[in-house]
T-cell receptor, first 117, second 111 residues
Framework: SAVISQKPSRDICQRGTSLTIQCQVD?????MFWYRQQPGQSLTLIATANQGSEATYESGFVIDKFPISRPNLTFSTLTVSNMSPEDSSIYLC??????????????FGEGSRLTVL | GNSVTQMEGPVTLSEEAFLTINCTYT??????LFWYVQYPGEGLQLLLK?????DKGSNKGFEATYRKETTSFHLEKGSVQVSDSAVYFCALNTGGFKTIFGAGTRLFVKA
């Protein structure tokens, strides 16, 4: 298992500003995943962050809007840039269980709830 | 492409009622299947999983059986409690880095 801490847990932001979300894992992991959960919706994968290389973005998400850093095996950040009200969502950091776990067996942080005014 | 379809909510039940939340999937290959639960104000937690046909995942009184012939993974619990009120997500993974989630089903359990 993995324990994941995210900061901030929630924030209210002004249109046009940027916010960086931090994700700390209590063990070393190869891959970290960033998801977006829009109000009342399911989870959508934004990108996969691998330490030492650029993140891989899913269709519909671009690096200029959602830059990601992955400086080491326990930490990652996601920045939501030039925010608009449409970016109001919960952003979730996730890792796979590893070891005896299977692909898709994910552990999640508590999420960062962003409201953009 | 791969997808997950689950029944729309909300589902409202009285305490001790029987719960079924339907989930069907479309996938190439042989996916692993999962149910995740999201309690109010929290992130998602893995509830149970099944990795091959006819496997039954179980946890906390919840069960789901991997049915390849019907491409289904329905979640069941014999007697729900108020504390089971949450959003339940069915999900699949075909072995890569991308897990596909269903839309989620909100469950309300009344005392």
């Amino acid at each position: 298992s993995a324990v994941i801490s995210q900061k901030p847990s929630r924030d209210i932001c002004q249109r046009g500003t940027s916010l960086t979300i931090q994700c700390q894992v209590d063990s070393q992991v190869t891959m970290m995943f960033w998801y977006r959960q829009q109000p009342g919706q399911s989870l959508t994968l934004i990108a996969t962050a691998n330490q030492g290389s650029e993140a891989t973005y899913e269709s519909g998400f671009v690096i200029d809007k959602f830059p990601i850093s992955r400086p080491n095996l326990t930490f990652s950040t996601l920045t939501v840039s030039n925010m608009s009200p449409e970016d109001s969502s919960i952003y979730l950091c996730s890792v796979e269980g590893g070891g005896q776990g299977v692909a898709g067996e994910l552990f999640f942080g508590e999420g960062s709830r962003l409201t953009v005014l | 492409g791969n997808s997950v379809t689950q029944m729309e909510g909300p589902v409202t039940l009285s305490e001790e009622a029987f719960l079924t939340i339907n989930c069907t999937y479309t996938a190439t290959g042989y996916p692993s299947l999962f149910w995740y639960v999201q309690y109010p104000g929290e992130g998602l937690q893995l509830l149970l999983k099944a990795t091959k046909a006819d496997d039954k995942g179980s946890n906390k009184g919840f069960e789901a059986t991997y049915r390849k012939e019907t491409t289904s993974f329905h979640l069941e619990k014999g007697s729900v409690q108020v504390s089971d009120s949450a959003v339940y997500f069915c999900a699949l993974n075909t072995g890569g880095f991308k897990t596909i989630f269903g839309a989620g089903t909100r469950l309300f359990v009344k005392a």
